[in-house]
């Protein structure tokens, strides 16, 4: 885990500085997130951002906020590499997809659920088991046909989201791109 | 100056050259579309990003770009990558919720198949 303290903790250079051929000075800003055994890690976030767009980015949060930043950065700037003309949008929009089909498939079985509890002669069957309620599809993001191409505004969560986070699961979750 | 200059040369603060590679996708109407790109990207960046594309892909990869910029400006911690997660969760507690309706509907088939045997009898 990065230390959340911003001296430079690793005696060799951070991956940053290694990649921007610089001395790695005490309270590097990148040191405690960019370790010199992840030199790719550094160099997505380069290539896609920039050392000082990124740089401005840390500055700008807590030191407590700074490493999911960091691997947010990282997985959008990995994401944006391997496929660049979608990124993570590429992603999303095959989440979507998934969400909708399965809110699709929850509306029909509860349909087919309530079918049965209305045709058989046992009063209470549906109360022997969990009835679930329909839940409600969250259309945060509209999509217009197949385009991953976003209509609505995003709306930020300001630092926490879900109990997901894609680099603590590996990088292959359910990313059609990723 | 040419008065019809796109937002990024308008924003740049330079002139806007038959050819350049920002034009066709930001229009001088929408300029904080290039300057939420500029903050988060950089000019530089993504016009490498634009030169290393096939013309016909550079629209929809602008469009994605303007996205994941206006994301991170909104939630400078996740970005984009919030909403990954909460369409993962979602996914998860839907298709749970999915797999228990199946079962249930699968005890209803069989009481109600059990039903229609007793009737008979």
Redesign the interface.
Known sequence: MASSSSSNTYNSPCAACKFLRRKCMPGCIFAPYFPPEEPHKFANVH????A??VTK?LN??LPH?RE??VN??A??AEA?VRD?????????SY??R??HR??K??DA??A??VH??L????PN?VD?????QP?PL?P??RLPGV????NQ???????S??????WNNGHD???GNM | MNPKRCAACKYLRRRCPKDCIFSPYFPPSDPDKFACIH????A??VSK?LQ??PVQ?RA??V???S??A??????????????????????????T??A??????A???A??SQ?QVNEFM
Do not use: W
């Open positions: 290539k896609i951002f920039g000082s767009n980015l700008e949060l906020q999911d930043a947010s950065l997985y959008e944006r660049p003309v979608y990124g993570c949008v590429g992603a999303i989440l979507q998934q969400v399965l809110q498939e929850l079985a509860n087919d659920l049965y509890g045709s058989t002669s046992t069957l022997l088991v969990f009835q679930p839940q969250n945060v993001y385009s991953p191409v976003m505004q995003p709306r930020g969560t300001g630092g989201c879900g109990s997901f986070l894609p979750q359910g990313g | 903050r988060i990207y950089g530089g960046n990003m290393q594309l892909s929809e990869a469009e994605s770009l996205f994941e206006k994301c991170r400006v909104e939630d400078p911690v996740y970005g984009c990558v919030g909403m990954i997660s909460l369409l993962q969760t979602q996914i998860q507690k839907t298709q919720l999915l228990k309706t199946q079962a249930e509907i005890v209803a088939q009481k109600h039903t």
